[in-house]
């Protein structure tokens, strides 16, 4: 059974940081790409990063370039999202997804929600201004 286990979220004040860890069971892990998602009150789902099956392509919404952080322990079948200068609007639940990719380097639609097979269930992060 596949499933994808979020954790590290929390209430944060403006300007702080977390991380984000998506723990994977299930799959072989390699095979996937990863992405990390959000989704704030009436809002839809919106990607956030993206890491491609050999982990050497990573993406990043225009929103979060700069401050936030993909990255993986394979070892450990995790995927982080480390989380600095964070902003009010950054206030979510975030989600972890994963999708199985021919491509190993490359990713494409990394964003797109409907390309991603498994969801785990979120992590609330909440950012005081």
């Known amino acids: 059974e596949v499933q994808l286990v979020e954790s590290g979220g929390g209430l944060v004040q403006g300007g702080g940081s977390l991380r984000l860890s998506c723990e994977a069971s299930g799959f072989t892990f390699d095979d996937y790409a990863i992405g990390w998602f959000r989704q704030a009150p009436r809002k839809e789902r919106e990607g956030v990063s993206a890491i491609s099956r050999s982990r050497e392509g990573i993406y990043y919404a225009d929103s979060v370039k700069g401050r936030f952080t993909i990255s993986s322990d394979n070892a450990k079948n995790t995927v982080y999202l480390q989380m600095n200068s964070l902003k009010p609007e950054d206030t979510a639940v975030y989600y972890c997804?994963?999708?199985?990719?021919?491509?190993?380097?490359?990713?494409?639609?990394?964003?797109?929600?409907?390309?991603?097979?498994?969801w785990g269930r979120g992590t609330q992060v909440t950012v005081s201004s």
């Open positions: 997804a994963v999708r199985k990719t021919a491509s190993s380097g490359y990713l494409s639609w990394p964003f797109a929600t409907w390309a991603y097979t498994f």
